[in-house]
């Protein structure tokens, strides 16, 4: 596997983007019918894009998505289902297609209008900035941010075990409301591949990409109205099925995806791994990983380099996860060092001990990882996360304004 | 019901308390043996205390209790234990009793040894100040600190329906890990009483009690390890039973100490009551009450005075509630004014409505009451809960050096 510089712009696939301060707007769009899969949030209030994307995946093909930034659509009643209707068709007629050809996407403020002249303009302009460059990639992933620093997008290419090689290319969005327990998917991201993929195992390999890493991504816990996930295979790459180095491959890139979400996460200043390991059940691990991922405490200990492991294991003990607390091992690492906090249940960083002090230099670092043996079972799961800062709460308390 | 200035010292209660910086020790004690209900918390790991007052309050009889703060003697192993049942030895050979007599609390920094010299001294001091008068509860409530800024107490006296008289006294203290979704009790709380209760419903009437007030209260969703709730009835006050009007007062009691934790939350510089109407069932009321009063995004905009309502809709689509998003009421109010953001669903609130503008105006208060109305049921319920403010974060980010 190695990296490319096409983002979603693999074979048979153009982007374009425009942004114009907080609105922004996205094409996505394959030359012939590609194959998709379509993942939303399992939030009961679900946004108008989402329930008219969910209606044009239902055959299970498309030629591309039209993705706005700065206004969720979302609990706009009927006015928002025929403007996110509207979107496909203004998308769809610019390429002389029928709208049910275009899912649609959107990002932003709960609760508004749509400015549909806006919107009428924007995509008209970014029909015609489509291309098959890195260029027409870069530019979605910039128009689809809302709070995101920084534009996310991996790409990579591979060999199946045949030896066909194929390319698989993503661009995400997101830095706040990503939250533990989705069903579906968690924000926007938006998957692309030259391969072919059979209609069977489609959606198969969107969830079982999703599930290990944007479902396993926790910032502040608030599910959105708008989390949507898209998998588009335009199968020119001349496979004629996928196996295990493609679903390897799509998970690398939905993975190193949600890795960007945490880092870029609002107001963090740190990237967080919690590893569980050896939990009696997978639901164990997870839950216990989340619990401890997703505490304030703990991410507010990590913001200030306090090495209060207690938090740790207050949150594993109200996980719901079945566990030992006197067996657990505790480990806390940068990329540079590892101390033993805890060693099965026996407390090596008492006070004034040197593991204590050590745990506070390892916290002094951009990447934590914090690693629980819990030697109760053989599964394991593992979630990324983000410190708590002041900055999280001063973005959060002026978004609208 | 009127208020009274006794505290905890109800006819037959003594207290006394020390505080010595971050260390601090109280003593409740009854001159005859009280009837006693305890509740825990259902964090998996439990503090020491919690397993030695469980065990001390089977016989449903206690003589009083001993406090420490400033180390919650939790994940100390069979140490922790030692030293907590120490904790009432040594309480109750000062006022010759056995250490069974002795219900034992701590709170403070999890996974650090006792320092049992300091605690001994403290508890040799305490039983000589033990006093009968509101001093000794007022040197209680101060004693059991620590994030909190002010002591928690209230006390009221009422008259039973046959027109006995009856006092009810109640301290607490706890300002961060504080959650939702407790089984049994969310912090530390003592309440006395010189009324008799029957032992086969002293259990019920504290969990009634707890479950409206502290079980109703979300600070930061961290569950402690060393939550802790205790009833005490002297019985001195010559009632044969208890009737609603004694549960109306406890419940009273409990419910503003609660508050009192919510005003005092760690960083906070809002009160926040949500209270939701008309669900389906007390559990989706309960569910979606929770989870508003509980998201950090919804906390983050009510601390800038944000209107940004869509966030209050995001959190009742993932409090797993039952809810039709298409009928919801929603209100916003201070002590002063209130506006309608939605109404059956309509949405009033949009871009540049009066209603936004008068929302921002009511944000920029000390108490908020946010009210949903689910229109799909009957039941109700409410939750205390507070902003989150950058100050949140610089405590918890500094807290143990």
């Known amino acids: 596997m190695k990296y490319t510089e096409k983002g979603i712009c693999c074979t048979g696939f153009k982007a374009a983007g425009i942004k114009e301060e907080k609105n922004g707007l996205a094409l996505i769009s394959s030359e012939k019918e590609a194959s998709c899969a379509v993942m939303i949030t399992s939030n009961r209030v679900k946004a108008a894009p989402l329930v008219v994307s969910s209606r044009h995946a239902k055959k299970g093909r498309t030629r591309g998505v039209v993705i706005s930034s700065g206004n969720a659509n979302a609990y706009t009643g009927r006015q928002g289902i025929k403007d996110a209707e509207a979107m496909c068709t203004m998308a769809s007629e ?32 970014a029909a015609k900035r489509l291309s098959s460059k890195k260029e027409g990639s870069q530019n979605a992933a ?40 989705l069903k579906h998917a968690t924000m926007l991201c938006f998957l692309t591949t030259d391969a072919y993929i059979p209609d069977s195992r489609i959606k198969k390999c969107l969830e079982t990409a999703v599930d290990m890493s944007f479902n396993s991504t926790i910032i502040d816990g608030d599910m959105s109205t708008n989390d949507m996930a898209v998998l588009m ?45 050896n939990a009696k059940t997978g639901s164990d691990a997870k839950k216990a990983a989340r619990a401890v991922a ?33 067996i657990i091992t505790l480990l806390l690492q940068n990329t540079k060092d590892s101390v033993c906090l805890i ?12 593991e204590l002090k050590a745990a506070e230099k390892i916290l002094d670092a951009d990447e934590i990882k914090i690693t629980i043996d819990l030697h109760t ?9 983000c410190d708590l800062t002041p900055e999280y709460v001063r973005i959060n308390s002026e978004y609208t304004s």
């Not at 060693?343 to 040197?354: I, M, N, P």
């Open 377 to 385: 079972g053989t599964k394991n799961a593992h979630v990324f996360g």
């Open 294 to 326: 997703g505490s304030s405490l703990v991410k507010s200990a990590i913001y200030g380099n306090d090495p209060n492991w207690g938090r740790i294991i207050a949150a594993l003990g109200y996980s719901g996860a079945d566990i030992n607390p006197d």
């Open 142 to 181: 910039k128009a689809i941010m809302t709070t995101d620093t920084f534009p996310k997008s991996v790409s990579v290419k591979t060999q199946l075990k045949n030896g066909v090689e194929i390319e698989i290319g993503g661009i995400a969005k997101g830095a706040g409301m990503i939250a533990p327990n």
């Open 94 to 125: 610019e390429l002389g297609l029928k709208k049910e050809d275009f899912l649609v996407a959107s990002t932003g403020i709960i609760g508004r209008k749509m400015d549909m002249q806006l919107i009428e303009r924007q995509i008209k302009e």
């Open 233 to 277: 295979a335009s199968g020119t790459a001349g496979n004629r099925d996928i196996d295990s180095k493609f679903q390897h491959a799509l998970n690398h890139v939905a993975t190193e995806l949600a890795k960007m979400l945490a880092r870029d996460a609002e107001g963090a200043t740190k990237f967080i791994e919690v590893e569980v390991k």
């Open 343 to 354: 060693e099965q249940g026996r407390v090596r960083a008492y006070q004034d001990s040197w």
